[in-house]
């Protein structure tokens, strides 16, 4: 996955880094919703897009807090693991390998965490269960103990599954008392039957008999396809032999009929971050932690819960902690590395949130992972990061941009990614695996299409912004490719440090609302600083400093700059010199302009002679309710004297919604997603009159809501509220039997929505002002 570049040879490839370095995605598959026409239109997207590959998943067809199912979908018989399926998989490995991507599957159905409908309750998870009897000593005892309560699962599930048997370990007897220590623990065991009564000549005071069991936890893998909900359960952490056995339910398939694309276009298999609960017992638990410990563990359950607080009890815990997790790791999840690298595959893993030690499960991934949602600064684990440092693991993963619906509205852009984006790299990640690319199976008709039920963030060819959005990718490209470079050295609040053998990598971020300078390296006067920006690919040396004691980075807020100091001597790479400006002069383009309308789902039309002026401030529906891209188009006059030697030509659009692809004399000049929106565009220009055209394009989430000022054509289903948004119950029948749509005036179709006929419109559009700037440069 790259990396040990020459620093010539990362300047080579900086403007567009090649596919090793660019970002995966996450592919999501709903439910029986696949086809292999809308598998070949994502993946050629995904490389269009510049995105190295994607890892599948099979998810309920629609998600809240977990399954939460559309209803009659167009193809029921396309059931998980069917022929169907697997075909659709075969189709994916083969148009991958044609285009240059690489994919992989989440091990198992669902996004957590490990275990299929091939996992019955004795192969699934285990725990302690108790019950206990009060029992006064003195006399002799004869007692039925009750049966323990068995355990059921539920998570966020709608479904709950509760195990049908126990299997008894031991019976103990404990004082009614605090302050207890093993030794007050009576055995019982040999006093009670199979059935659990209890013979006993109890000594005088007060006891609690307690019956000590297991039974499975039930937990499941969830938010699993529609067809095997309720019929899968996780399988045993702590038993090799169970573990060995979940995983040749994995792999053995996937061999059979994916076989010739292992280690081609197939390459990993994910373990997403863990969500299955507790597991604290397996057959051959006493002898592994007596192995640990020295001692019984079963008195130790029936104590803990009499005396929950006492030193022994705490002590207790710590032993239990230890020794599962040395058997999550060493039974599970050490059996299912080996058996995928048996396999020709590698391990892609978020090691966290289970009960083992995440320190100790980095090492075992091939590609250890952490996550990172929208609402938060990006940063994520740094235990993940300090272990994979240690252990020589160059590459860290995250599962990136997850989006909570209450702020993924189909109005997430660049812009707003750009925070965590960063965050996320200066604490050391280097792959993003972006959170979600959905899979769209249906006619390109239907927009936004699929979607992961609430969840963002929305990636995908549906998206409005997907074409233009190839900046963003490239800028994450950037960053990720100067970023695996050489070691790891340091970690800071705004920025990071990596060593090569020619040179030192500093990347710095600003996440402040003010202008910030950082001191990055000390000064050495036999190295001139170097700026390769990540957001328009050019490199250039560092302006001149005022005080030259340390190697400074200014950063305007929400910017982010490498500085790259290069000890290798001879560079073999063009490095423009810093520009200072002395001077400039500001010359309004004017507020009117020629454009064309490319709505996202309805015909495209102009408007001559329009004024800038936000759309959703518009009398006119057609701009209202606008998703797509608005090209503006105008003349701009230039003379002699503003392009001589030591002027510098700026375009400052002002203030636009979302994206803008700016065009001189039909030549492209760059893709702006972030304020403010500024392009030089010297070198595009000529004396006289310049053809100028500025390509908008914002988001969703105005045609959305224009959508909902008609009646549907559809019957709504769960409403959670104007927050989350709500979904269509069902694929209504004229969708279904592929007939005109009945309702001429909703022009999007989607199977979760988060508007209503009164949700605020988002700005959108070009409106400025907008100025031509001419600079006087040194």
Same mark, same amino acid.
């Given at each position: ?151 059921s699962f539920k998570f966020y599930s709608p479904n709950e599954q509760k195990a049908t048997w126990f299997r008894d370990i031991s019976v103990v007897a404990v004082p009614d008392r605090k302050g207890l220590s093993a030794r007050d623990v009576m055995d019982l065991t040999a006093k009670t039957d199979a059935s659990g009564l209890l013979d006993w000549d109890a000594p005088s005071g007060r006891w609690k008999v307690y ?242 039920g609430w969840w963002g963030t929305h990636f995908g060819r549906n998206q409005t912004w997907f074409k233009p959005g190839k900046a963003f990718f490239t800028y994450l490209s950037r960053c990720q490719m100067m970023l695996r470079q050489g070691v790891l050295e340091d970690r800071s609040a705004n920025w990071i440090h990596r060593k090569t053998p020619e040179a030192d990598i500093y990347f710095a971020i600003n996440q ?18 170097? &700026? ?13 400093? @005022?005080? +030259?004691? %340390? !190697?400074? $980075? *200014? ?32 010359r309004p383009v004017g507020d009117v302009w020629n454009v064309d309308f490319a709505p996202k789902v309805d015909n495209p039309f102009s408007i001559n002679d329009f004024r800038l002026k936000d759309f959703k401030d518009s009398d006119d529906d057609r701009l209202k309710y606008f998703s797509g891209t608005a090209t503006y188009k105008t003349k701009i006059s230039v003379g002699k004297e503003d392009l001589a030697k ?27 997603? &972030? ?13 006289? @009159?310049? +053809?100028? %055209? !500025?390509? $908008? *394009? ?81």
């Amino acid at each position: 996955m790259g990396g040990d570049e020459t620093t010539a040879d990362l300047a080579g490839m900086f403007v567009e880094p090649p596919m090793c370095y660019r970002p995966y995605v996450w592919w999501h598959w709903m439910g029986s919703n696949f086809s292999k026409e809308g598998i070949t239109r994502d993946l050629e997207a995904m490389k269009e897009a510049g995105i190295a590959g994607a890892t599948i998943f099979n998810l309920t067809s629609a998600v809240q807090e977990s399954e939460a199912p559309i209803e009659n979908n167009p193809w029921p018989d396309q059931t998980y693991r069917s022929e169907a399926y697997w075909d659709a998989l075969a189709h994916a490995a083969a148009e991958a390998d044609r285009l240059g991507l690489k994919i992989g599957l989440h091990n198992c159905p669902g996004y957590s965490t490990a275990g299929g409908p091939w996992i019955t309750e004795e192969k699934g998870m285990k725990r302690v269960v108790l019950s206990h009897v009060d029992v006064q000593g003195g006399r002799k005892v004869r007692v039925q103990l009750p049966d323990p309560d068995l355990p059921s699962f539920k998570f966020y599930s709608p479904n709950e599954q509760k195990a049908t048997w126990f299997r008894d370990i031991s019976v103990v007897a404990v004082p009614d008392r605090k302050g207890l220590s093993a030794r007050d623990v009576m055995d019982l065991t040999a006093k009670t039957d199979a059935s659990g009564l209890l013979d006993w000549d109890a000594p005088s005071g007060r006891w609690k008999v307690y019956r000590v069991a297991y039974a499975p936890t039930m937990a499941f893998p969830h938010p699993v396809p529609d067809d095997v909900w309720g019929k899968t359960l996780e399988s045993d952490k702590m038993s090799s032999d169970i573990a060995a056995f979940h995983w040749d339910n994995v792999l053995e398939p996937v061999k059979e009929h994916l076989g010739q694309w292992i280690g081609k276009s197939l390459t990993h298999v994910l373990i997403d971050s863990y969500e299955a609960g507790d597991q604290n017992w397996t057959e051959g638990f006493k002898e592994e932690f007596m192995a640990d410990h020295g001692y019984d563990p079963a008195p130790m359950f029936a104590l803990k819960d009499a005396d929950p607080d006492s030193e022994v009890s705490k002590a207790f815990d710590d032993d239990l902690k230890a020794t599962v997790s040395r058997l999550f790791l060493e039974k599970g999840f050490m059996t299912a590395r080996d058996k995928i690298h048996e396999a020709g595959l590698e391990l892609f893993w978020e090691p966290y949130t289970g009960p083992f030690s995440t320190a100790d499960a980095v090492a075992l991934a091939d590609l250890p992972m952490g996550e990172f949602w929208t609402y938060s600064s990006g940063k994520i684990s740094g235990t993940i990061v300090g272990k994979a440092k240690e252990n020589g693991q160059r590459i860290v993963g995250a599962e990136a941009f997850t989006g909570w619906p209450t702020n993924s509205h189909y109005t997430e852009d660049p812009a707003f990614l750009k925070k965590s984006a960063d965050g996320t790299f200066v604490s050391g990640t280097n792959l993003l695996f972006l959170h979600h690319w959905v899979h769209q199976p249906f006619d390109d008709r239907y927009q936004p299409g699929m979607g992961m039920g609430w969840w963002g963030t929305h990636f995908g060819r549906n998206q409005t912004w997907f074409k233009p959005g190839k900046a963003f990718f490239t800028y994450l490209s950037r960053c990720q490719m100067m970023l695996r470079q050489g070691v790891l050295e340091d970690r800071s609040a705004n920025w990071i440090h990596r060593k090569t053998p020619e040179a030192d990598i500093y990347f710095a971020i600003n996440q402040g609302e003010k202008p910030s300078s950082v001191a990055l390296a000390a000064w050495d006067p036999s190295v001139k600083p170097e &700026y390769w920006d990540p957001y328009s690919g050019k490199i250039s040396y560092a302006p001149v400093q @005022d005080k +030259e004691d %340390s !190697v400074r $980075v *200014t950063l305007d807020p929400g910017a982010s700059m490498f500085v790259v100091l290069n000890h290798g001597g001879k560079k073999g790479y063009k490095v423009s010199q810093s520009i200072t400006v002395k001077g400039e002069t500001s010359r309004p383009v004017g507020d009117v302009w020629n454009v064309d309308f490319a709505p996202k789902v309805d015909n495209p039309f102009s408007i001559n002679d329009f004024r800038l002026k936000d759309f959703k401030d518009s009398d006119d529906d057609r701009l209202k309710y606008f998703s797509g891209t608005a090209t503006y188009k105008t003349k701009i006059s230039v003379g002699k004297e503003d392009l001589a030697k030591g002027k510098r030509v700026v375009l400052d659009l002002g203030e636009l919604n979302d994206l803008a692809e700016v065009s001189v004399g039909g030549k492209k000049v760059a893709v702006l997603w &972030y304020p403010p929106f500024k392009a030089d565009v010297t070198d595009f220009l000529k004396a006289g @009159d310049n +053809e100028v %055209s !500025v390509a $908008v *394009t914002n988001t969703w989430a105005n045609r959305m809501i224009g959508d909902e000022q008609f009646e549907p054509d559809f019957e709504w289903g769960q409403d959670r509220g104007r927050d989350f948004g709500r979904a269509i119950k069902a694929f209504p029948d004229w969708f279904m039997k592929d007939e005109p749509r009945p309702s001429k005036g909703r022009k999007t179709f989607a199977i979760w929505t988060y508007f209503w006929k009164d949700s605020p419109l988002q700005p959108a559009g070009l409106t400025g002002p907008v100025n031509l700037v001419i600079q006087e440069v040194n």
